[in-house]
C-alpha cells in the first residue's frame, strides 16, 4: 500500500469520526429541532414560499437519515477498518446495528422513537451495500485474465 492509499483511509477514517461525532450529538438531544437550522430570513427573501419552507423543516429528516445510513456505511467501507475486514456484509450489519442503537439511545434520553427513521437508515445503508457490491463486480470483472 502506497503513501497516499494510506492517506486517503486516514482521511475516511476521520470523516466518518467527524459524522458519526456530530450525528450522535445531535440524535442524543431532548430537544433536538432542525428548524433552527434553516435560513428563514434569506429563503424568504429569495422567494420561497413559507409553506414550502414549512414542508422541508418537517421532513428534512428523512434526507438526513437515508443520505446519512448511504455516507456511514460508503465511509465505513473506504475507511478499511480491520474489524471489519473489507466486506460489504459486515459492514452492512455494522450499520443496521448502530441504527438501533441510535433509535434506543434516543429512548433512553426520553425522545421519541421513529420506525421511520430506523428503516430510512437502514435503507440507505442497504443502497449502500449495493453500490459496494455491485463496484466489487465490476472490478472483479475487470481484473480477471482471459
Known amino acids: 500500500m502506497n ?11 476521520i470523516l466518518l469520526i467527524s459524522i458519526v461525532g456530530l450525528g450522535s450529538y445531535l440524535a442524543l438531544q431532548p430537544q433536538y429541532n432542525f428548524s433552527h437550522w434553516m435560513p428563514h430570513r434569506a429563503l424568504r427573501s429569495a422567494g420561497v414560499p ?7 423543516e418537517q421532513n428534512a429528516d428523512i ?7 448511504l455516507l456511514i456505511t460508503a465511509l465505513l467501507y473506504a475507511s478499511d477498518l480491520p ?14 446495528g448502530l441504527c438501533l442503537l441510535a433509535e434506543i439511545l434516543q429512548f433512553a434520553v426520553g425522545r421519541d422513537v ?15 451495500y449495493l ?4 463496484k466489487n ?3 472483479r470483472h475487470h481484473t480477471r485474465t482471459y
Open 83 to 96: 474489524l471489519l475486514r473489507q466486506s460489504a456484509a459486515t459492514v452492512l450489519a455494522c450499520m443496521v
Open 114 to 128: 421513529e420506525l421511520k427513521d430506523l428503516l430510512l437508515g437502514i435503507s440507505g445503508s442497504f443502497m449502500a
Open 63 to 69: 434526507a438526513l437519515h437515508l443520505l446519512g445510513g
Open 50 to 56: 413559507y409553506n414550502a419552507i414549512l414542508w422541508f
Open 131 to 134: 453500490a459496494i457490491k455491485q
Open 3 to 13: 503513501h497516499a492509499q494510506i492517506e486517503t483511509k486516514w482521511f475516511y477514517r
Open 137 to 139: 463486480k465490476i472490478n
